[in-house]
């Protein structure tokens, strides 16, 4: 189906592990975002991506890889979790160059904690 | 980017329009007013977005003052699955931005509830 998934949908991990969340659209949008949601922070942007290998990092970068070697796919990684890292996490696409606005489409979410 | 403001909390009967407003008293020329919701346990999804005319699509209408300073979301025929964290987001135009797409930024929102 088109559209921007995300997995796995659930993630439960140990602090210090590394852990993947993928993010993949089938719309070859250009720009694709990553964001996490806590309760008393709505949602922060971690990274963003404006094409395959540009990426940029958002407002809360740090504990945060991101990659994208293809337009496709745009996966973020917690290289040593710890439990503040615990969040529900969204990724996004975007049809819009940058002469346009924010015109976004989110993806189900990851539910990841953090033990 | 400009600061907006919404009530936390409105309900609407089922099947009535259902007008949500915002405030964006300090908007600048370029910057657009963005409506996206947030259905419990999903993810953000987009409404519509104008800059000064109003705008229609198959969601809602987005009613934008001659001033600019405010604007309502309208759902015509509101339903159960309307039922969901409305936010209004101002936000200048990546080509005014320095050329970055970079976020958007979700305040609290209004949540409506629609009532059986």
């Known amino acids: 189906d088109a559209g921007i998934t995300q997995s796995p949908r659930y993630k439960i991990t140990e602090t210090g592990r590394q852990v993947t969340l993928m993010c993949h659209q089938t719309?070859?949008?250009?720009?694709m975002f990553w964001y996490r949601q806590d309760l008393g922070h709505g949602l922060r942007l971690i990274y963003y991506s404006a094409a395959a290998d540009i990426t940029d990092k958002g407002e809360v970068p740090d504990g945060y890889v991101v990659s994208r070697s293809k337009t496709e796919n745009f996966p973020l990684t917690l290289e040593s979790a710890t439990r503040s890292q615990t969040s529900v996490y969204f990724c996004?696409?975007?049809?819009?160059?940058?002469?346009?606005?924010?015109?976004?489409?989110f993806g189900p979410g990851t539910r990841l904690t953090v033990t | 980017d400009a600061k907006t403001t919404q009530p936390p909390s409105m309900d609407c009967a089922e099947g009535r329009a259902a007008n949500l407003p915002c405030n964006h008293s300090?908007?600048?020329?370029?910057?657009?007013v963005y409506w996206y919701r947030q259905i419990h346990s999903q993810g953000p999804q987009y409404i519509i977005h104008g800059l000064k005319n109003n705008e229609t699509n198959e969601m809602a209408s987005l009613i934008i003052t001659e001033d600019r300073k405010s604007s309502t979301l309208i759902l015509p025929h509101a339903t159960l699955r309307d039922t969901a964290v409305y936010y209004c987001?101002?936000?200048?135009?990546?080509?005014?931005?320095?050329?970055?797409?970079?976020?958007?930024?979700f305040g609290k929102g209004t949540h409506l509830i629609i009532q059986p």
């Open positions: 719309w070859s949008h250009s720009y």
């Open positions: 996004a696409s975007s049809p819009r160059d940058i002469t346009y606005g924010y015109e976004q489409y």
């Open positions: 987001i101002v936000r200048v135009a990546a080509r005014h931005s320095g050329g970055g797409a970079d976020g958007l930024t």
């Open positions: 300090t908007i600048s020329g370029n910057e657009y």
